[in-house]
């Protein structure tokens, strides 16, 4: 038979078939009693419920597996959204802030040019140094896990920078808590530095093995920088100058070509981890150019007798300061330009502040008798007299509305043209000068010509920080004294430049040379660039040129002159004395003397211009050619054997001071 499954799969109940009766065993159909050992009858099994109509089933899964899979979709989806916006949308974002805390920049100082002599000799280099820096992040709690970084970290530096410690922790712990970059201390020693790289490493050393030391240094570097030195010390540094702080000329030579010296600085960028350079992670650098050589015309050896010369005479007068200038005639290069006081431009803390700068190319003051020469140079170039002109000096000259009067008290003076510069006559001069015009008028204008001609009341065209261009007043703007104090000195101003330039022209046979103070520089690649030509001008005719010159030797060669201790035996002197009454710059008013003395050697072939003046002298005289005479005698003997100028063997001219009326 067969069987059918029913609607739920499952297989009917078997039916038995009857078969054929078995034999009933004994006893069958009666109870029976348990005998020994026979087993206990069973009780009958309670009935089952009969099954319902429909089985039990168990729940689906599959509602589950789905609420996972949304759980994880939205999950997986979230870190996709995340990660596109960190790769995709913010990716510059993140990346510049990671480049920002990777990376470090840093200037790389580019070598100052040096300043040589005329001969190469060094007057101011540069050594290597180091700029001390920090980054003031890696000195926060978050860093070194303690509070007080910085005052450790400023402790340690402080007597090693010789520095205020709290400045230190000042810069260490700044206001801008995002600030990588300070500098602690700039130009320091390759010594300085060692010293700081020594206690840092023993502190990192240390800090492996003891875990209660904190190397509190780990966040201080050092820049490769230069120091300027200036290994003669003080000698010309009215010339020099001096670099600031921050490496920039702050005066002098130092300031005027700063671009040229300074060259030009380069950068690197470098990948860091812990405040070192990661070496495999690669750098780009932009390379530092040096700056050029700067060579004076200035010689050493002149420089140094010209500046003893002066400081001698300034302290011995016990005067505020003076100024000595040598020039070459011809080229009109400056040979030495010292002043005194003067100042140590390697130690400017120790400086006296009145002193710093040129006070030669600073000061203007009054000149005296040295300008008188200009005016005798108007007279002989305006054919207005010659040196043999007879000339009736009195002993007072009322003009306008002063009484004027010479340096002494005299008779009257017969003296020619010669005997008036050479004896230093103000009378004289106011008498020759009228000479140059129908009018006062007309000569003052005539006068004012000259004056400007040979560079008065202009630059002198060295072009130098601080320089003065004196002062002259137009000559309708002169007052009824200046008419007549002007032509021997007094009521114009100058600079000791100025002076000098004047005394060289007459030497170079009229021709103004603008005064010169480079010859030229040399570039990082070696090669020289002179200097520009400097201007010529012509002043006075040749023939009036030299007919000056003997005129100025009457007043050191003859025994009327007040140039006597300007002599040096074996050369021929052309010079000239001067005292005038000084305007104290403090008070406006006038107080004292300036005191000075120009002129030039040999005087019949020049090559070298000397002028000295003194401001001020409170000891002993006060006359110029008294105690500028020395100092020209002392330097020009100097410079004339150092050129190896030898003396002509001409004789002097000789020409007569004064006449039997």
Not at 238 to 246: C, M, P, Q
Request: aromatic share 6%.
């Amino acid at each position: 038979m067969t069987e059918v499954a029913d609607d739920y799969g499952r297989q009917p109940p078997r039916r038995r078939v009857p078969g054929p009766a078995r034999p009933a065993r004994p006893g069958a159909g009666r109870p029976q009693r348990p005998g020994p050992g026979a087993r206990p009858a069973r009780r009958p099994a309670p009935a089952r419920p009969a099954a319902s109509g429909r089985p039990l089933r168990l729940g689906s899964p599959r509602p589950r597996l789905r609420m996972v899979g949304l759980a994880l979709t939205l999950v997986m989806s979230a870190f996709v959204v995340r990660l596109l916006q960190v790769q995709a949308v913010d990716a510059s974002t993140y990346a510049a802030k990671a480049e920002q805390n990777r990376y470090v920049v840093h200037t790389l100082a580019a070598e100052r040019g040096g300043i040589t002599d005329r001969t190469g000799v060094a007057l101011a280099t540069s050594v290597d140094a180091y700029d001390i820096t920090a980054d003031p992040t890696m000195f926060t709690r978050k860093q070194l896990k303690i509070d007080d970084g910085p005052e450790q970290a400023a402790a340690l530096l402080a007597p090693i920078l010789g520095q205020d410690q709290a400045d230190l922790v000042a810069k260490l712990r700044p206001k801008d808590r995002n600030l990588r970059y300070v500098r602690l201390a700039l130009s320091r020693t390759p010594q300085v530095w060692t010293q700081i790289k020594d206690l840092k490493l023993a502190l990192a050393t240390k800090s492996e093995t003891d875990k209660s030391t904190v190397n509190v240094l780990a966040g201080v570097f050092a820049d490769p920088s230069s120091k300027r030195v200036y290994p003669n010390g003080d000698l010309a540094a009215g010339i020099l100058g001096w670099v600031n702080a921050e490496g920039v000329g702050g005066g002098g030579i130092e300031q005027q070509l700063n671009k040229t010296l300074a060259g030009k600085d380069g950068k690197i960028r470098y990948a860091q981890s812990g405040g070192r350079q990661v070496p495999t992670a690669g750098s780009t650098e932009t390379p530092a150019v040096p700056g050029s050589d700067v060579e004076l015309t200035i010689d050493r050896d002149i420089q140094w007798a010209a500046q003893n010369a002066i400081a001698e005479q300034v302290k011995k007068s016990k005067a505020d300061r003076g100024y000595v200038i040598v020039q070459d005639t011809r080229t009109g290069e400056i040979l030495a330009m010292a002043n005194s006081p003067g100042f140590d431009p390697g130690d400017l803390a120790h400086a006296d502040p009145t002193a710093l700068g040129n006070a030669a190319l600073q000061d203007a003051y009054e000149p005296g008798s040295t300008a008188k020469v200009m005016s005798m140079a108007a007279v002989l170039e305006e054919n207005a007299a010659t040196p043999l002109t007879h000339v009736v000096v009195p002993n007072r000259l009322h003009r306008g509305d002063r009484l004027f009067q010479d340096d002494v008290d005299h008779a009257t003076w017969y003296l020619t043209l010669n005997g008036v510069l050479a004896k230093s006559s103000n009378i004289g001069t106011i008498l020759a000068t009228g000479q140059l015009g129908k009018t006062q008028s007309e000569a003052n204008r005539v006068l004012y010509s000259y004056l400007r001609k040979f560079g008065i009341g202009s630059y002198t065209g060295l072009d130098f920080p601080g320089e003065t261009r004196g002062i002259l007043a137009a000559p309708d703007k002169w007052s009824t004294s200046q008419q007549y104090t002007i032509p021997f000195g007094q009521g114009v101003s100058i600079n000791a430049m100025q002076a000098a330039s004047v005394y060289s022209t007459i030497a170079n046979g009229g021709v103004r040379v603008e005064p010169t103070l480079v010859r030229g520089t040399k570039g990082p690649d070696g090669r020289f660039t002179p200097a520009p030509t400097p201007k010529k001008t012509r002043v006075v005719s040749a023939k009036t040129a030299k007919t000056l010159a003997q005129m100025l030797e009457s007043v050191v060669d003859d025994e009327e002159g007040t140039g006597a201790k300007a002599r040096i035996p074996g050369y021929r002197v052309a010079g000239k004395t001067g005292t005038a009454n000084r305007v104290d710059p403090a008070t406006g008013k006038y107080h004292g003397y300036t005191s000075s003395f120009a002129g030039f050697a040999p005087a019949d072939q020049p090559r070298v211009t000397v002028y000295c003046a003194i401001q001020n002298a409170t000891s002993g005289s006060y006359f110029g050619g008294q105690i500028c005479g020395p100092v020209y005698k002392q330097v020009m003997e100097f410079a004339l054997k150092t050129l190896q100028v030898p003396p002509t063997g001409a004789k002097p001219a000789n020409l007569p001071v004064a006449y039997q009326p």
